[in-house]
């Protein structure tokens, strides 16, 4: 089993609320998980992977609660060298900057040198009210390409 770092960025609660949950599906399957509602650049030392769920604000901006871990990973630049990523973005596709926040998050993990197994997951908030229908079934995909 895997030890998974859940990289949390939330505005009103969707994203922290998907998190969740998919941080009890982790621990259920067997996998243990380092999850802060403010995360830190130490949550992805150590880790075999990492798992980023996030909104968008504004203009495709980060929520303000991942905006320290976003800043501090590109000044300290901890290698993440070969293990593997995942990104969840909930946004609205009505806005041009639509899941800015993932993109942004996605460019950071590849700088570090992390992979992506498989593509980033978007969930639009104008086509589901149930962001967990979705990404459950991307999780179980992403777990077993990690």
Known sequence: MANIAIIMGSVYGAAEYLAD???KELKKAGHTTTYNASPLVTDIHDVD???I???TTGQ???PS?????YFAAQDKRPSHAGKPFGVIC???SS???FCGAGEKLEELFYELQGRAPIPMLKIDACETLDPDSIALPWLQNWLTQI
Not at 65 to 69: A, Q, R, T
């Open 60 to 62: 495709g901006d980060l």
């Open 90 to 92: 909930l946004g609205d």
């Open 53 to 55: 769920i996030t909104s």
């Open 65 to 69: 609660n991942i905006e320290d871990f």
């Open 21 to 23: 949950t998919i941080d």
């Open 95 to 97: 806005y041009e900057s």
């Open 49 to 51: 992977a990492s798992l």
